[in-house]
């Protein structure tokens, strides 16, 4: 079976920094891009950054310059660097993972990590 750990969240003040990180492991035949996820409570689970097997990455525009995502394809692992954090940063933050197993392709989700952004 393919399962993803994220952790690294916790509670910091506005403009501090967290580095959470995501590991993949199982059955794994390849995987095709990693990525992360936030949803807050009451809202929608919205993308926050992905970077694909070649090194293309992506953020959501409430995240750009502040964020920055990297892999190891090695490891499959995935991180999410976060500095200057806000307040509207606070959510759970689940990582995302497309792959192919020998069950087919499909996309495995993290447990989640919660991040708390506050004074």
């Known amino acids: 079976q393919v399962q993803l750990v994220d952790s690294g969240g916790g509670l910091v003040q506005p403009g501090g920094s967290l580095r959470l990180s995501c590991a993949a492991s199982?059955?794994?035949?390849?995987?095709?891009?990693m990525g992360w996820y936030r949803q807050a409570p009451g809202q929608q689970r919205e993308p926050v950054a992905a970077?694909?097997?070649?090194?293309?990455?992506t953020y959501a525009d409430s995240v750009k310059g502040r964020f920055t995502i990297s892999r190891d394809n090695a490891k499959n692992t995935v991180n999410l660097q976060m500095n200057s954090l806000k307040p509207e940063d606070t959510a759970v933050y689940y990582c995302?993972?497309?792959?192919?197993?020998?069950?087919?392709?499909?996309?495995?989700w993290g447990q989640g990590t919660q991040v708390t952004v506050s004074s």
């Open positions: 995302n993972v497309d792959l192919h197993s020998v069950l087919g392709r499909t996309t495995s």
């Open positions: 970077i694909t097997s070649g090194g293309t990455t």
């Open positions: 199982g059955s794994i035949f390849r995987v095709y891009a």
